[in-house]
């Protein structure tokens, strides 16, 4: 089977670093994406990682390690918008279909 | 704002009703796709279109009827639907379906099947 893993929820003050890890078993693996989804909301597109290293974008990056099928999502000075949820995915197979993770609620206190 | 826009926000319809959710974007992407969101879960994929063609069904119940009648518009036709079926629905598009490009969600049709 296919599986994603991500912690359910995070809790963090405003202008802290937040770390989400992602741990995926995938038949196939093409690349991992970041999603964000705010209650209500539309899921929206943050990072992209299709080789091993670091991605930055802005206060937020994004890590792959393609041979610990492991990645993440940092979030440093952390805003109350940050609030919401975010989905890691895996595209598994040529067809690019996207596996999405549970999802990981951050919430930021003031 | 999204570029994908879906019509409506929210449809309530009885278990008889024949409704349709509707889903538009401009920004000349290729593959269209439908998604379904429960309450604090993930979308889970329900169909692609690639090029206006039918690519993946993730064996969804034939209640649920999709139509791409061009490149830029997406249909859900809903039918004889069940109370489980009541949750989120998502229209996403992505440049191209087997990339890298990014989906481009819109804000969804929250439907409430009594």
């Known amino acids: 089977g296919q599986s994603l893993e991500q912690p359910s929820e995070v809790t963090a003050v405003e202008g802290a670093i937040v770390q989400i890890n992602c741990t995926y078993q995938?038949?196939?693996?093409?690349?991992l994406s970041w999603y964000q989804q705010h209650d209500g909301g539309a899921p929206t597109f943050l990072s992209y990682?299709?080789?091993?290293g670091l991605e930055e974008t802005g206060r937020f990056s994004s890590f792959l390690s393609r041979s610990d099928s492991y990645g993440y999502l940092l979030l440093q000075e952390l805003q109350m918008k940050d609030s919401a949820s975010y989905f890691c995915?895996?595209?598994?197979?040529?067809?690019?279909?996207?596996?999405f993770g549970a999802g990981t609620q951050v919430v930021v206190t003031p | 704002d999204t570029e994908v826009t879906q019509t409506p926000k929210h449809l309530v319809m009885g278990m008889t009703n024949k409704k349709s959710l509707k889903c538009e974007q401009h920004?000349?992407?290729?593959?269209m796709y439908w998604y379904k969101q429960k309450a604090k879960k993930p979308p889970e994929l329900m169909f692609v279109?690639?090029?206006?063609?039918?690519?993946i069904n993730e064996s969804v119940p034939s209640r649920f009827s999709p139509e791409c009648p061009n490149s830029s518009l997406l249909n859900l036709h809903l039918h004889a639907l069940q109370p489980e079926d009541s949750a989120l629905y998502l229209c996403?598009?992505?440049?191209?379906?087997?990339?890298?490009?990014?989906?481009?969600f819109g804000n969804g049709t929250r439907l409430t099947v009594t």
């Open positions: 996403a598009s992505s440049q191209q379906r087997a990339t890298d490009s990014p989906l481009h």
């Open positions: 995938t038949s196939g693996f093409y690349g």
């Open positions: 990682n299709a080789l091993d």
């Open positions: 995915a895996v595209r598994a197979d040529s067809w690019g279909k996207l596996q």
């Open positions: 920004m000349g992407h290729r593959a």
């Open positions: 279109y690639s090029y206006e063609k039918l690519s």
